[in-house]
C-alpha cells in the first residue's frame, strides 16, 4: 500500500476515533440512570413544599383560626409600587412542589412510563465514560503518531503531504504526554504499532440510527423528486392536449 494510501486510511480511523469519543462523551445517559434523576428531581421538588407541609399541619390546630387561615396550595408573588405608580412584574413560580407533594407517586410514575416508552440510544454508563474516553484518546494518539510518522518519511522522499487542520499539535511536534520533546528521528520508533480497537456496541447502534434516518431523509427527498417529475409531466401532456 503506498503513503498516500495508507495515511488515508488512517485519517479515516482517526475521524471514526474522534466521533466515538465526542459521542462517548454527549451520547444520552442510559435508561436507568435516566430514571433515577426522575425519581430524584420529583422527591426533590417535594421537599421543597415546605410552606404547604406546614400548612398541612396547620389543620390539626385547635385554633379554629389557625385552620380557617390556611392554604395548602398559596402561591405567592409580588407587586412593587415606584414612585406611585404599580409596576406589575413577571410572575415567575413553580407549580411543581407542590404537585409532586400531593401527587408524586402518581406524577413519578407516568413520568417513568414514558422514560421506558421512549425510543433512543443510550450512550455507555457515566461511571463508563472516563476510562473508555482514556482509552479512545490513547488510541487516537497512536493513530495519529503513525500518521505524522508516514507524513516525516513521505518528506523525506519529497512528497509533501498536508497535515489535517485538525492535527494535534503535540504529535506534530513529536511532544511526548509525560512532558519531553522527542528527537526527531524518534518519530517511526515512537508511532504505536496497536490495531485499532472495536467501536463500543453503543456507538455502532448510535452509528446504525444515524444511517437509517439518513437513508429515509433520502427516501423521501426520492419521492418527493418523483412526484414532481410526475407533475409537470402530466402537465405537460395537458397542455399537449389543448
Known amino acids: 500500500m503506498s503513503i498516500e494510501k495508507s495515511i488515508q486510511k488512517l485519517r479515516e480511523q482517526i ?3 474522534k466521533e466515538e469519543i465526542e459521542w462517548v462523551a454527549e451520547a444520552p445517559v442510559t435508561r436507568e440512570e ?3 434523576r426522575v425519581a430524584s428531581w420529583v422527591d426533590g421538588m417535594a421537599a421543597k413544599a415546605e410552606r404547604t407541609s406546614s400548612a398541612l399541619l396547620s389543620l390539626r390546630s385547635a385554633n379554629p383560626r389557625t385552620v380557617r387561615d390556611a392554604d395548602l396550595l398559596a402561591i405567592q408573588t409580588s407587586v412593587a409600587q415606584v414612585a406611585g405608580q404599580t409596576t406589575v412584574r413577571d410572575i415567575d413560580f413553580s407549580i411543581a412542589p407542590h404537585l409532586t407533594w400531593l401527587l408524586g407517586d402518581a406524577i413519578k410514575a407516568s413520568m417513568l412510563a414514558k422514560v421506558e416508552a421512549m425510543d433512543y440510544v443510550p450512550g455507555l454508563p457515566l461511571a463508563e465514560r472516563p476510562a473508555r474516553l482514556a482509552q479512545l484518546k490513547q488510541d487516537l494518539r497512536a493513530l495519529e503518531e503513525k500518521e505524522e510518522a ?5 518528506e523525506a522522499n519529497h512528497m509533501p503531504i498536508y497535515r489535517r ?3 494535534d499539535p503535540a504529535v506534530v511536534l513529536n511532544y511526548d504526554p ?9 518519530r517511526k520508533v515512537y508511532a504505536s504499532s496497536a490495531p485499532l480497537p472495536e467501536a463500543s456496541p453503543e456507538f455502532v447502534a448510535h452509528q446504525a440510527a444515524q444511517s437509517m434516518a439518513a437513508a429515509q431523509y433520502d427516501a423521501i427527498n426520492a ?3 418523483m ?3 410526475v407533475a409537470a409531466y402530466a ?3 395537458k397542455a399537449t392536449a389543448k
Request: proline share 3%; glycine share 4%.
Open 15 to 17: 475521524q471514526q476515533l
Open 165 to 167: 487542520s485538525d492535527a
Open 223 to 225: 419521492t418527493a423528486r
Open 227 to 229: 412526484n414532481q417529475q
Open 178 to 186: 509525560k512532558g519531553t520533546m522527542n528527537e526527531p528521528a524518534s
Open 235 to 237: 402537465q405537460a401532456v
Open 34 to 36: 435516566w430514571k433515577e
Open 150 to 154: 508516514l507524513i516525516c518519511e513521505a
